[in-house]
């Protein structure tokens, strides 16, 4: 849906340049067709079984795309009272929300049973203590599945790596059938499922059918003793390319879950985040200057790392391109923004031919970008554009620079 027409890069029918001219640089520019494209197929794979997609908000909550996946029948995976608040506010069905996370606060339990969610993806004893106890006051019965580390390995970067025994996330393999028997016993819960996720941008599915395995073993087990889950939750996690990768098929994997699944009647929930939003969506910035060095030569543009950290943050690596070819030398360049810090580059040592003032497109900045993005050096976020077709439309204002303060007081 990003494709060069006549030597300028378009996004769907509209060239980056018309866009950039309208509502300005930096701007983050979603495909309409690209995010329907990628939620349709994980539909799709799900094929005549009894399957819900539930995005994982986090990857980006714009309340424009939220509302398009909600309308094509997608639930939401959420990790704060906030995102429900979104998932709400987008037009959302609560009763297809399951709320992950470690640190669930007794408020944002209250309104999440409040509002009717699928599913509490409870992480620890202590939680599913606190969260009988909100129940209990509400006269309410909360649904629960327990998010079960299965200490597997992604073979992801580090800090996206959620499912070993030495990271925070779900409750021990090991104690999980306990938790188990002790939670049914809770008139405030209803037990009524199982879930994992163990990490983010794989680069293959193995790890994630090894998780598969370990959990319909416990499924099973549970099943024995007389607790029968209604589904099974295998969180998201597939990645997709930034370079050269080769992500793993949608299709392919689902086929697996499928057949592993076999006829236990459980229904599959799963959670993608990155793989529905990633690449579609970029980022788009212009060069204010070049400045040519001894050691290095800097393209210094108007996108910085508030806007898109993943770089600075996991050293990660997003293709940038230039928007059309200007006719200026080519050359090797760190691509950096104005903020104030070392870490501050979208890419490094890039072979480009750009002059001043053309624009760069920093490409797959769908997920994990606009919405990590913060107001470092007063700097007010971009705009946020998704392209439908020939239409263009607003779908977050560029931040003012009054709003950064406005919840400020001085000393009275
Ligand atoms: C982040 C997250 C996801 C989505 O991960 P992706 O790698 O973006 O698909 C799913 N489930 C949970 C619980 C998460 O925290």
């Given at each position: 849906m990003f494709e060069f027409r006549h030597g300028s890069l378009h996004a769907e029918s509209v060239p980056l340049e018309a866009i950039a001219r309208e509502f300005g640089t930096p701007c983050y520019v979603y495909s309409r067709a690209a995010l329907a494209a990628a939620l349709s197929a994980f539909q799709s794979a799900c094929g005549g079984h009894d399957a819900l997609v539930c995005y994982a908000m986090k990857a980006n909550s714009n309340l424009a795309i939220l509302n398009l996946f909600a309308g094509m029948g997608a639930g939401f995976d959420i990790v704060s009272g906030g995102e429900l608040a979104r998932v709400i506010a987008a037009g959302g069905d609560p009763g297809k929300v399951v709320f992950s996370g470690v640190g669930k606060s007794a408020a944002e339990m209250r309104y999440a049973l409040g509002s009717g969610i699928l599913c509490f993806n409870v992480e620890s004893p202590a939680e599913l203590e606190r969260l009988a106890g909100v129940a209990g006051a509400m006269g309410r019965r909360a649904p629960v599945s327990f998010r079960v580390n299965?200490?597997?390995?992604?073979?992801?970067h580090p800090y996206i790596s959620t499912g070993l025994k030495e990271n925070k996330f779900g409750v021990e393999f090991d104690a999980a059938f306990g938790l188990y028997r002790a939670a049914t016993r809770l008139p405030q819960i209803e037990v009524i499922g199982i879930d994992c996720h163990i990490g983010s941008d794989l680069i293959q599915y193995a790890p994630l059918i090894e998780a598969l395995d370990k959990m319909l073993g416990l499924v099973d087990r549970l099943a024995a003793e007389g607790i029968r889950l209604r589904h099974l939750d295998l969180g998201g996690g597939l990645g997709i390319r930034y370079r050269d990768e080769l992500p793993p098929d949608v299709g392919a994997y689902m086929r697996e879950v499928f057949e592993r699944v076999g006829e236990r009647k459980l229904k599959l929930l799963f959670e993608p985040g990155r793989s529905l939003v990633g690449n579609a969506g970029l980022l788009l910035t212009r060069i204010e200057y070049l400045k040519p060095g001894a050691a290095r030569n800097f393209a210094v543009v108007d996108a910085a790392m508030n806007d898109l950290l993943r770089p600075a943050l996991y050293q990660a690596w997003h293709d940038i391109v230039a928007v059309s070819d200007s006719g200026g030398p080519g050359a090797v360049y760190?691509?950096?923004?104005?903020?104030?810090?070392?870490?501050?580059?979208?890419?490094?040592r890039r072979e480009l031919a750009v002059s001043a003032g053309d624009l760069l497109a920093v490409m797959s900045a769908g997920a994990y970008a606009m919405c990590m993005s913060s107001n470092y050096n007063s700097r007010p976020r971009a705009a946020e554009v998704m392209v439908d077709g020939e239409k263009t439309h607003l779908i977050r204002e560029r931040e003012r620079p009054e709003a950064l303060f406005a919840l400020e007081r001085l000393l009275r």
């Open positions: 299965p200490d597997v390995d992604a073979r992801t760190d691509v950096v923004g104005p903020v104030c810090e070392s870490a501050d580059f979208l890419g490094k």
